[in-house]
């Protein structure tokens, strides 16, 4: 190990309460293929733009739900692996105090995270476009699933997920999450801060240090860079942080 895991669990502990920001690399250990590792990534096999933006859902339904909708519900059976549950103590310690997330897979509410800002959406629910009521998302896998494309509410108009798509506007959360940024040291974990505007915050933070396997645009501004798993970085540090918990 090149890193030294007593001397950051220290800052960590030091400069608590921290703000998380995490991306699709702490959910592979989970089974979740990310987007664009090379090679392996969601985007060698698809072009985002053409089957989960907002111009294919309205424009090209059956291209949206007959293949952006159902690389999504991939994501849906997923469980939460030993990161998140780490990250959850963590909150429940007082050492995070949110957790800003990439993922729309749901796993940090999952392991018990409780204020999880969910930038990109989730795959919880959908909501009518035109009423906007909300349901479950079983409802529209159930309707793609009949062959009802595009899936229609009661009152005619189309339910769509409540994921954050190309071309779609960032939710309220988004600023809640950068206002947090500008106070707080940030930890990004699993991110390779390639995308807008979630790569903004680590411009904001007092305090920066990232676990990634690869290095990011922000490797120079950190005060500490891991190049390791997501679950073998916050197990190391966990072990350290241990006697320091009440």
Known sequence: MSWHPKEIAA??????????LTGAGISTESGIPDFRTPQTGLWEQYDPVEVLSTEALFERPQV???VGFRVLMRFKNARPNRAHEILAEWEKRGLVEAVVTQNIDGLHIEAGSRRVLEIHGHLRSGHCVM????FPIEVLEE???RGEV???????GMIRPDVVLFGDMLPPC???ATELAHRLPLLVIGSSLQVSPANFLPSYTPLLGIINLTPTPFDWKARFVIHEKASLALEALHRELLPKFP
């Open 11 to 20: 800052l960590l502990w030091d400069r608590r309460p921290w703000l998380v």
């Open 64 to 66: 949206f739900f007959g």
């Open 131 to 134: 009423c906007h009521a909300s």
């Open 143 to 145: 309707k793609v699933a």
């Open 150 to 156: 595009p899936p229609r509410c009661p009152c005619g």
């Open 174 to 176: 988004f600023e809640e």
